[in-house]
């Protein structure tokens, strides 16, 4: 029995790595980091240089953001698990919308939850008009450039239906960009017409299997111990903060002391428009 045992214990168990993707894509403000090649780069490696790793398997839950970043994320996890020769599974926890949909796409195979929020595979940009409202406050706009073109769509100004003409194409573009990234990876798996499945709408997990968007319904500890074996062992690479970052981080909620006015109001915007975007799916 001893000998039995000290077998068993000497066994190499194959390991599976997790990475954890979690917030809005792009860069944040103060302290705050959202998600960018720059912030999980070192966590991306260090999940594909674990030993005797059978896959890599990465948990996202994020509303979307930045389209650059998105891809630039998505292109380097692929690279990898090319290099590196090792399967990648993507998990979709509460929501891989928009930028968030790009991310899970870098995966050989997708799943989520019944109730997943998945897709919005489309272009979104917004702002205020405040013309109206600086004239009521008796204000004087000044604003002086070099280049017809420099202030486009300023908020300050009247809206010019050639500058929004402008920016709908630049969205366009994108949009396109993001249509080409997802029929590439999901190929002859896409089960819906191209007029519903890239107006940016959003359904949930079990509609998503459906259209072809997820290959299952599942989470990464059944899907993997189903696919590799009830021995392997997880390793999981979440974010990492210095205790320098808890530390200020934690100030910050606290203190509102001279010079630290204008920190604590760009982090407040900042909150606000992160709530904004997990809020536009019911989160």
Not at 45 to 70: C, K, Y
Not at 118 to 140: A, P, Q, R
Not at 153 to 180: M, T, W
Not at 235 to 257: A, M
């Amino acid at each position: 029995m001893i000998m039995d045992k000290l077998t068993s214990f000497g066994k190499r168990r194959p390991v599976v790595a997790v990475l954890t993707l979690n917030g809005v894509i792009g860069q944040m403000g103060g302290l705050r980091r959202g998600l960018s090649i720059g912030s999980i780069e070192k966590r991306l490696e260090s999940a594909f240089s674990v030993r005797r790793l059978v896959a890599v398997a990465v948990s996202i839950n994020s509303p979307g953001g930045a389209p650059v970043q998105s891809d630039l994320i998505a292109k380097r996890l692929r690279d990898l698990a090319t290099e590196k020769d090792i399967p990648v599974f993507a998990f979709i926890e509460d929501v891989a919308a928009s930028g968030g949909y790009w991310l899970p796409c870098a995966g050989d195979e997708i799943y989520a939850c019944n109730s997943s929020i998945v897709g919005s595979i489309g272009v979104v940009s917004g702002g205020f008009g405040f013309t109206d409202l600086i004239g009521k406050l008796g204000i004087e706009r000044r604003l002086y450039t070099s280049g017809e073109k420099k202030a486009m769509n300023d908020p300050f100004g009247p809206e010019k239906p050639s500058e929004v003409k402008h920016l709908k194409a630049l969205q366009k573009d994108i949009h396109n960009d993001f249509i080409s990234m997802v029929k590439i990876n999901r190929g002859e798996r896409l089960n819906g017409a191209h007029n519903k499945l890239f107006t940016g709408s959003y359904w949930t997990g079990r509609q998503a299997l459906e259209l072809g968007l997820i290959d299952g319904i599942g989470d990464i500890r059944n899907v993997m111990r189903e696919k590799f074996g009830k021995n392997i062992r997880f390793k999981v690479f979440d974010e990492n903060r210095s205790w320098l970052q808890r530390r200020l981080s934690t100030q910050n909620r606290f203190i509102s002391g001279k010079g630290n006015d204008l920190g604590l109001a760009r982090d407040l915007v900042v909150t606000i428009e992160e709530r904004f975007l997990w809020n536009r799916f019911g989160l």
